[in-house]
């Protein structure tokens, strides 16, 4: 609950100003009471099967973030920094996802998927309420004077707080180090990896911001996605409203006349605000604080059952469905978003499955020398040859001119060896004859082939002295 008074439907204003911030701008504390009903429990499934899930990724492998050797691990697929293209069909595809799923079933990311309610509901606020108790005796004690009590009882609750953000942040670690160096940074001096460890405390300082202090107020006050979902749904998107046709007048369970029909079956208990982590009343209609987590549809269901009233008077439809209008889920808007989705994962999958797992890539060195002429009037270029081997098996790649006898590629070694999910350098000296040489260029085209049948080429401007 709030603890001061929370706006109500008669009052004009209540749509100009946040619920938790008063008329002088300060903040209004959210003490927020908790009702475990049907969508509790399946919102808390789906939540700790994500935090389990995100924190179990970077220790199985499945996932991981390499900037060092600019390679990205997705569940045993590897891209590198010149798949570009994927990484703009993977943001351009969730980009057009939010944006079909919006309009289709409204802010369900928000209630039962982001990050910010998943630890902060199921995480950060259980904890609180073990050590200090329900919403009315979290206000009582943050109302109150200091005393050694409420220090002890701050200092665990920060305490736990900060023991489970040092797991969060030390597993956000392993997505970008790998598993091994993490348990091997644990067991070491911090200044010995001075700039994982101050990452991981800058991590710890971010959470401890957000879920001690801040809270809900990166719902209502920072994130853009609240701000531009009205531009993104429409009046047949899913939501979690409150049927006014129902309700209205509301009135007190006390003293109300028995058979009126008149009396809507709204008791005005409170209740859907008090459990409502941002503060909202549902009452007023949608908002844009509203993160659709159900929490009011458990706390109202929970009250009809106990007036033997139908469930249902705040409960997931549309506005539309709410006002007894026919729904339609086929839109305009959602047929565009749905097959730009479709294009989007159709051709991310198609070069995918083309995609080819070995690249090479010959470049000329800056400080290098264009040229260099031999002693027996041979010419020789000085190149770098890259080399991407992006299978799971190690290749080996010969390098040739095909039909240039009189050019010459030399390496290191030919075929040269590179292991799986590796990139190497090496160095490319081709040697040619002056009498080849046109203007003082020459262009030719230099294939890699492996032995598992894999073909590439590339053309290579050759350089050489004018006369």
């Known amino acids: 609950m709030l603890n001061k008074k929370t706006p109500v439907m008669n009052e004009p204003t209540y749509r100009d100003t946040l619920y938790t911030v008063d008329k002088r701008g300060n903040r209004r504390w959210v003490y927020c009471d908790i009702i475990k009903g049907k969508f509790y429990y399946w919102r808390a499934i789906v939540a700790y099967g994500l935090v389990v899930f995100y924190l179990a990724l970077p220790w199985l492998g499945l996932v991981r973030l390499d900037f060092g050797e600019r390679k990205f691990v997705f569940f045993g697929g590897v891209f590198w920094s010149d798949d570009t293209i994927f990484l703009a069909l993977i943001f351009g595809g969730l980009a057009i996802a939010l944006f079909f799923f919006t309009a289709l079933i409204g802010r369900v990311w928000c209630g039962w998927a982001c990050p910010e309610t998943v630890f902060l509901e199921f995480v950060y606020r259980p904890i609180e309420r073990l050590i200090e108790g329900n919403a009315a005796k ?3 004690l943050d109302l109150q004077p200091w005393s050694l009590q409420k220090i002890a009882k701050k200092l665990l609750k920060h305490g736990l707080f900060a023991f489970v953000t040092w797991i969060i942040a030390t597993s956000t670690l392993a997505y970008f180090t790998g598993p091994e160096r993490v348990l091997e940074m644990i067991t070491d001096w911090p200044w010995k990896n001075p700039i994982p460890f101050m990452w991981n405390i800058a991590i710890l300082g971010v959470f401890a911001f957000q879920f001690g202090w801040f809270r809900e107020q990166f719902c209502t006050v920072l994130c853009p996605y609240a701000r531009f979902q009205s531009v993104l749904m429409d009046s047949h998107s899913l939501v979690v409203g409150y049927d006014s046709r129902r309700g209205e007048p509301r009135g007190k369970l006390r003293g109300r006349k028995k058979k009126d029909p008149a009396q809507g079956d709204c008791v005005d208990c409170g209740l859907c605000v008090r459990v409502c982590p941002t503060g909202i009343d549902i009452r007023n209609g949608i908002q ?12 109202c269901d929970s009250i009809m059952d106990s007036i033997g009233k139908p469930r249902g008077l705040i409960r997931y439809s549309t506005e539309e469905g709410l006002s007894g209008n026919k729904v339609k889920i086929l839109r305009p808007r959602v047929a565009v978003y749905g097959v730009l989705l479709f294009l ?11 995609r080819e797992l070995s690249e090479f890539q010959v470049l000329r060195g800056a400080l290098d020398k264009p040229f260099e002429v031999l002693p027996d009037g041979a010419i020789t270029n000085h190149l770098h040859i ?19 006898s009189s050019i010459q590629a030399i390496l290191p070694l030919n075929p040269f060896p590179v292991s799986p999910g590796k990139v190497e350098t090496a160095p490319l000296f081709i040697s040619f004859p002056r009498k080849i040489l046109s203007g003082g260029t020459k262009k030719i085209t230099i294939e890699m082939r492996s032995e598992d049948g894999f073909r590439a080429s590339q053309e290579v401007t050759l350089l050489g002295p004018e006369r």
């Open 138 to 140: 979290r206000r009582k």
């Open 288 to 299: 844009l604080e509203c993160i659709s987590c159900c929490t009011c549809i458990d706390a």
């Open 386 to 404: 890259r080399i991407s081997n992006k299978s799971d098996a190690p290749h080996k790649y010969t390098f040739y001119v095909p039909g240039e």
């Open 344 to 354: 989007f994962v159709g051709i991310f999958g198609y070069l995918l499955v083309h």
